[in-house]
């Protein structure tokens, strides 16, 4: 079983940036992908960006493209996400997700996830 705790949320003006961060209690963690999604009420969660184990490949939904930054420190057995520019359609609740070993990053989805965390942009 994978913990994960999400955390960095809140309240921001458009334009303004966020860092999300994800902790992860599982000591294999640097054997897993990672990612992060979002979900607003009456709506499937999406996806946003993930990560490959190593960190050195990252995918991002386009709606982030350009503006966000995904990241992992596998030391730490952390995950974060930079959002610059936010924009009020950023507004949702932020989910920090762990995939299997092994299990395709780009179409990740995951086994394991955080509690989430809220974000809300205002014009």
């Known amino acids: 079983q994978v913990r994960l705790v999400e955390s960095g949320g809140g309240s921001v003006q458009t334009g303004g940036s966020l860092r999300l961060s994800c902790a992860a209690s599982e000591l294999s963690f640097s054997n897993l992908p990672m990612g992060w999604f979002r979900q607003v009420p009456g709506k499937e969660r999406e996806f946003v960006a993930t990560i490959t184990p190593s960190g050195r490949s990252t995918f991002y939904a386009d709606s982030i493209k350009g503006r966000g930054t995904i990241s992992r420190d596998n030391a730490q057995r952390t995950v974060s996400l930079q959002i610059n520019n936010l924009k009020p359609e950023d507004t949702a609740i932020y989910y920090c997700?762990?995939?299997?070993?092994?299990?395709?990053?780009?179409?990740?989805?995951?086994?394991?996830w955080g509690q989430g965390t809220q974000v809300t942009v205002s014009s």
């Open positions: 997700g762990a995939g299997d070993a092994g299990a395709p990053v780009n179409t990740l989805r995951p086994r394991y």
